[in-house]
C-alpha cells in the first residue's frame, strides 16, 4: 500500500478523513425515503442509531436528471422535496449523525449550502459536468467525487476543475456502476491505483450485494464507505432492493470498527497477553532419561517438549556433547546451568 500523507487528510464537520483516521462510513438513503417525510426521518435516525457517521440523500428534478417523460414520471415519485432540507438538516444535527446529499443541479447546491452541510457528494454521472463541478467546487466544502465509469483522463479534468476554483478538498470514490454490482467486476486494486496516480484519500461507493465487500475495501485502503441503506429491502422503490438493511448497517459499521484496530501498525511485539502462549506453546530441552553426573550428553537423552523452561531447542547441537555437572532426572529440563 502507497504511504499517504498527513497532508491529505481532510476535515469534514467534526471528522478528519483520511490518514491513518476510522473510516467514515456514509449511509446512502438516496431515493429510499419513497417521497416521504416520515420515512425520511426514520431514515436519519435509524442510521444515526446504527452507528454510521453519515446520512446521505439525492437533490435531483425528474425533469432536469431526464428529457424521458416516462422516466421522468417514475423518477418524480423518489424526488427529495426541498423544503424539508432545514427540518431533516436540523434533525440530523439532532441525532449526532452529520447530513449529506448529491445535489444534481445548481439550485440544489445553493440550498446544501444554505443549510450547512459539511461536504457535498458528486454522483459518477456528473463526473463530466465540468459546470456543476466548477458551482460545488466555489462553496470551498470537501468534495466526494464519484469515478464511476470514469477514465484517468476524464478523472483528472474533474480534479484539476474542482481545482480550479480553488477548492483541493477531494474524496475519490471508486465504484462500479452497476446496481448490483458483481463482485467480479468490483476491483478492490483500483483503490490503490487511484491513491497512487492522483495522491488523494480514496473510499469506496459499493454497490454489490450485502457487506463483506464494503469491509474487504477497508483492507485495501479505503477511507470512506458508502454504502446505500433501506429500512425495508421488500419496498418498493429505486434503490431499495440492492440496499443493506439496518442490522447489516450495524453489523458493518461494527466489523470496521474492529478490522481497523486489527489493522495494527505494522511493529511486531510481544504482547501480554501471548507470554503466557510463549511460556507453554514453546519447547525446550528435557531429559528424556536420567543423566548420571559427569557424562557426555547424547542425542539419546535429549527430547524437545513443551513448556518453555528449559534451554531452547536453537541450542540443541550446543547441548549434546556437553558433560552434566549434577544428576538430572528423566523429564526434568535442561538449563545452562546442569551442563558445562
Known amino acids: 500500500m502507497a504511504k ?31 417521497g416521504d417525510f416520515k420515512m425520511a426521518k426514520k431514515l436519519i435516525s435509524t442510521a444515526a442509531e446504527m452507528g454510521a457517521d453519515a446520512i446521505k440523500f439525492q437533490l435531483f428534478t425528474a425533469d432536469g436528471l431526464s428529457s424521458d417523460r416516462k422516466v421522468q414520471q417514475i423518477l418524480k415519485k423518489y424526488e427529495f422535496k426541498r423544503e424539508w432540507l432545514f ?18 443541479d445548481e439550485e440544489a447546491v445553493d440550498l446544501l449550502g444554505n443549510v450547512g452541510v459539511a461536504a457535498f457528494k458528486v454522483a459518477s454521472g456528473d463526473l463530466n459536468y465540468l459546470e456543476l463541478l466548477k458551482f460545488v467546487a466555489k462553496k470551498k466544502k470537501p468534495i466526494f467525487l464519484s469515478v464511476g465509469m470514469a477514465a484517468d483522463t476524464e478523472i483528472n479534468e474533474a480534479i484539476d476543475t474542482i481545482r480550479s476554483e480553488g477548492n483541493n478538498e477531494i474524496i475519490l470514490l471508486h465504484c462500479i456502476s452497476d446496481y448490483p454490482a458483481s463482485p467480479e467486476y468490483v476491483n478492490l486494486l ?44 421488500k419496498l418498493h422503490g429505486l434503490d431499495h432492493s440492492f440496499a443493506i438493511e439496518p442490522p447489516e448497517l450495524q453489523a458493518m459499521v461494527k466489523f470496521v470498527r474492529e478490522i481497523e484496530v486489527a489493522k495494527g501498525d505494522g511493529i511486531r511485539r510481544l504482547l501480554k497477553c501471548e507470554e503466557k502462549g510463549l511460556f507453554l506453546g514453546r519447547r525446550s530441552i528435557f531429559a528424556r532419561r536420567d543423566i548420571i553426573k559427569n557424562s557426555f550428553i547424547s542425542e539419546d537423552d535429549l527430547k524437545v517438549v513443551r513448556p518453555c523452561i528449559g534451554i531452547s531447542p536453537k541450542f540443541y547441537s550446543q547441548v549434546v556433547g556437553k558433560k552434566s555437572r549434577q544428576t538430572i532426572k528423566s523429564g526434568e529440563p535442561i538449563t545452562w546451568g546442569k551442563i558445562g
Open 190 to 233: 483500483r483503490i490503490e491505483k487511484l491513491r497512487n496516480k492522483f495522491s488523494l484519500p480514496v473510499g469506496f461507493s459499493d454497490h454489490t450485494l450485502g457487506i463483506h465487500i464494503s469491509l474487504s475495501s477497508v483492507c485495501f485502503g479505503a477511507v470512506v464507505i458508502e454504502k446505500h441503506f433501506t429500512l425495508n429491502r
Open 87 to 104: 427540518s431533516l438538516k436540523k434533525y440530523a444535527d439532532s441525532k449526532r449523525i452529520m447530513f449529506l446529499a448529491t445535489p444534481f
Open 4 to 34: 499517504i500523507s498527513k497532508r491529505n487528510n481532510i476535515t469534514i464537520g467534526n471528522r478528519v478523513v483520511g490518514y491513518h483516521k476510522p473510516c467514515f462510513i456514509i449511509a446512502e438513503a438516496g431515493s429510499n425515503h419513497n
